[in-house]
């Protein structure tokens, strides 16, 4: 009989570790306090690639390179078999000023990723044309029905609480709901939330809202993704463009502000002057699971023997989740 594991959190990057370790022969339910992908990972913009890789520690791009090739695969796969279309497509990036132009070329070509050197209106810029995005929102919704296909187990609104068990072995987790989920093993997916469940993340992975806003389809076209000064703006399949976005240390409060949608309205239009005729429809807010240097925990966890960790992807937890959920499925499958 196969052994059981239990994901605790459903946000991306407890899907995709789900349908690792189901590929891997394992029994697999993802548990969710709410609903499957509906937080970060229904927030997140979608941009396929670490913004500015040359400023990080190369680990942080090992985590993402593989993510594009990953996702267009993925996105044909879910479109077949679940009708919706997480609308992942390779627009590629424009990288406006201002930025270290030797830094960057050295790293691309380091890398082996195609850029040109190009103007956007008439300031040296930057376009790397093999740059993806994907429709976060969608991408969430056809991978919870994938994964009902697969036979994946998916239980929501379940909060789990703190474990009970002293010894080195959980042998059931409890709920907030006076309940127990029995599993041989458990994986921390839990994002901006992994602290509550184990207190050794505090301060080491802590909630960084990021507010975006999006502006409604218009005859305005936007072909790349436009990045500058850490700030960025997209165009969806359907016309709607979104701009974002901010990166705030607040603890887990939700509220989405206005003079935050406003500062983003500012940075939107001095990019693209025409954004000012066009009406900004939705603004929404996410909690990023934040660490020091955009470097997740992928781990066995230091107390428990059958509990493990892939949590802390901060600002690219849809870029690294791929590499993620497999580098958990070997540490996982390595100690068993
Ligand atoms: C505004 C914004 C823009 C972004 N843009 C990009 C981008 O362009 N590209 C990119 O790669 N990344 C981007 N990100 C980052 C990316 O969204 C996150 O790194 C990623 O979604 C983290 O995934 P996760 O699965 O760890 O977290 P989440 O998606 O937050 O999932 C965690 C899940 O765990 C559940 N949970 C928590 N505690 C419990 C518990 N006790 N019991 C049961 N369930 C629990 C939650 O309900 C939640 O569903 C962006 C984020 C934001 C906010």
């Not at 985590?63 to 990953?70: H, P």
């Not at 966890?301 to 791929?322: C, I, K, Q, W």
Request: charged residues 25%; aromatic residues 12%; positive net charge.
């Amino acid at each position: 009989m196969s052994k059981k594991i239990a994901i605790i959190g459903g946000g991306i990057i407890g899907c995709l570790t789900a349908i690792k370790l189901k590929q891997s022969g394992f029994e697999v339910s993802v548990v969710d306090k709410h609903e499957i992908g509906k937080e970060s990972s229904w927030a997140g913009a979608g941009i396929l690639f670490p913004l500015m890789p040359w400023n990080y520690e190369p680990k942080v791009y090992e985590l993402c390179k593989l993510a594009s090739k990953f996702y267009e695969n993925l996105s044909i796969k879910l479109y077949d078999s679940t009708g919706i279309d997480p609308e992942y497509k390779r627009t590629g990036m424009t990288l406006i000023p201002p930025y270290k132009k030797d830094d960057v070329i050295e790293w691309a070509k380091l890398q082996g990723i195609p850029f040109k050197e190009t103007f956007f209106r008439n300031s040296e810029s930057i376009y790397f044309p093999s740059i993806a995005q994907i429709r976060s929102p969608r991408l969430m919704r056809s991978i919870k029905l994938f994964m009902e296909k697969m036979e994946i187990k998916i239980i929501e609104n379940m909060e789990l609480a703190e474990i009970q068990d002293k010894e080195g072995v959980v042998k059931k987790w409890p709920t907030n709901k006076n309940s127990y989920i029995v599993a041989d093993y458990y994986v921390i997916t839990s994002g901006a939330w992994t602290s509550n469940l184990k207190d050794n993340y505090k301060s080491k992975i802590y909630p960084v809202r990021g507010q975006m806003i999006q502006y409604k389809a218009s005859n305005l076209k936007i072909k790349n993704i436009l990045y500058s000064n850490d700030f960025y703006i997209l165009q969806r399949k359907d016309g709607v463009i979104i701009a974002g976005s901010t990166i705030e240390e607040v603890g887990f409060d939700e509220t989405v502000t206005i003079d935050k949608k406003e500062a983003l309205m500012r940075k939107a239009e001095a990019l693209v002057p025409d954004l000012a005729d066009v009406q900004v429809e939705n603004h929404w807010a996410g909690f990023r699971p934040g660490t020091k240097q955009n470097i997740p925990f992928i781990q066995k966890d230091d107390d428990y023997e059958n509990v493990f960790v892939n949590s802390g992807h901060f600002r690219y937890g849809l870029t690294m989740a791929p590499q993620s959920a497999e580098k958990l499925n070997e540490i996982l499958i390595k100690s068993i």
